[in-house]
């Protein structure tokens, strides 16, 4: 089933940028379609952007189309997410999961705060 | 989009108890449902998918059925390490959505 271990997440500014990182080991990364989901506090769970296991097609939910880009590094076994133009209403943990069209598999979360 | 709809909120519910948790979903979804549970604290695990596979390692006092716009997960018997806030999800469609969560106690 592998393993996916989340890294990235600080305290920033708002209008700030941050890179999130997913490391994934133990099955065949590109393979797989990758998804991000976050949760804001004390709230519930919202998808936010998903690739292909090529990288070629690309979703993202419209509170953060324009702001956030997904990629992956296939070579590496990492998925990204890049966070640009940050508002406090990005603040959350995001989490990512491995698809098989429903989210099978989630790693442990890391923790991103926008605030001043 | 797909709005998800969950209800109840929240539920309190004896050990042992039958709990049941709907999930309706604004347009038919046929099978592409799946449900996630979540304990206190920790990440979302996968339960449910295409609405009513078991994901491999989930006890088999879970279960779920429905299609099209209705769907349900039911505990068959309540133990203490259930609880947590359970979310529907579809996966017809983008954007993928989730309902709002249901949180279950033990009375």
């Known amino acids: 089933e592998g393993q996916l271990l989340e890294s990235g997440g600080i305290l920033v500014q708002p209008g700030g940028s941050l890179r999130l990182s997913c490391a994934a080991s133990g099955f065949p990364f590109r393979a797989y379609t990758m998804t991000w989901v976050r949760q804001a506090p004390g709230m519930g769970l919202e998808w936010v952007s998903t690739i292909t296991g090529t990288g070629d097609t690309t979703y993202y939910a419209d509170s953060v189309k324009g702001r956030f880009t997904i990629s992956r590094d296939n070579s590496e076994n990492t998925l990204y997410l890049q966070m640009n133009t940050l508002r406090a209403d990005d603040t959350a943990v995001y989490y990512c999961?491995?698809?098989?069209?429903?989210?099978?598999?989630w790693g442990q979360g890391t923790p991103v705060t926008v605030s001043s | 989009d797909i709005q998800m709809t969950q209800s109840p909120s929240s539920l309190s519910a004896s050990v042992g108890d039958r709990v049941t948790i709907t999930c309706r979903a604004s347009q038919d979804i046929s099978h592409y449902l799946a449900w996630v549970q979540q304990k206190p604290g920790k990440a979302p695990k996968s339960l449910i998918y295409?609405?009513?596979s078991l994901q491999s390692g989930v006890p088999s006092n879970f279960s779920g059925s429905g299609s099209g716009t209705d769907f349900t997960l039911t505990i068959s018997s309540l133990q203490p390490e259930d609880i947590a806030t359970y979310y529907c999800?579809?996966?017809?469609?983008?954007?993928?959505?989730f309902g709002q969560g249901t949180k279950v106690e033990i009375k």
């Open positions: 999961a491995k698809e098989r069209q429903w989210l099978r598999d």
């Open positions: 295409g609405a009513s």
């Open positions: 999800q579809q996966y017809f469609s983008y954007p993928r959505t």
